[in-house]
């Protein structure tokens, strides 16, 4: 009678661990397709970013609108980093992300559309 008992429980354990593992296993599924769709989003945008031609003109505008108050008026760094070799550190695909995500504090992101990401790398590629 107690080997009958003893069977039970093990089974009874068995079926706690594979719950277990199912829900362990459930979990890094979601967060892997949660990974791995905002990764397509990023390289969908920075793809589409990369594509344009940008304006230098217009990037230097949305310059002095958003990143004066941080970079300084000619780009030399006041709170962030002066910015004329910037395009020698960091390649494009970087930058992008460091202007959209706000990588390094206390710089904020940016929600910018692919045209004008494009004409703010064109500005920052003329200030080498």
Known sequence: MSTS???AAEIDLK???L???????GVLLICFSIFFFNHHENNKYIIETLGH???AEEGDALFKINCV?????TARGLVGPDLHSITQRLNDKEIIKQVTGGLTPPMPSFEI????????LKFL????
């Open 19 to 25: 719950k277990i593992v199912f829900v362990v296993f």
């Open 125 to 128: 590629h003329s200030l080498e």
């Open 5 to 7: 008992s003893s069977t």
């Open 53 to 55: 031609e940008g304006s």
């Open 15 to 17: 079926r706690y661990f």
């Open 113 to 120: 559309d692919p045209v004008n990401m494009s004409n703010l």
């Open 69 to 73: 108050g941080c970079h300084g008026i």
